[in-house]
């Protein structure tokens, strides 16, 4: 991926280094900054939300059931079933 140049005086990338034109190969690197940046920075964000997650992994799985179990809890399960009945005074 990456090689020396001729002169061995640094790494470039394999397919810039073989340009000759240096206006052009100057341009393609300063075109590559950016991308890579935005690369770093995605990955340093989705490290970021792997370390919270692994580091609150319990308390998210704790949290989601207590929330589910809750909702079929008899009180509940009673009220979904079995809806108020409304009282016809009328007769």
Known sequence: MFE?????KGLRPKY???IKHNG???TLMVLMTLPTILAVICLNFFMFLVYVIM???KLILLGTFKLLAGMFQAKTW???????????DSK
Do not use: L, M, S
Request: no cysteine; charged share 35%; aromatic share 16%.
């Open 24 to 26: 052009i190969r100057r």
């Open 4 to 8: 020396f140049t001729e002169d061995k």
């Open 78 to 88: 009673e009220v979904w079933h079995k809806p108020r009945q409304v009282h016809d």
């Open 55 to 57: 580091a609150f992994w």
């Open 16 to 18: 810039i280094g073989t």
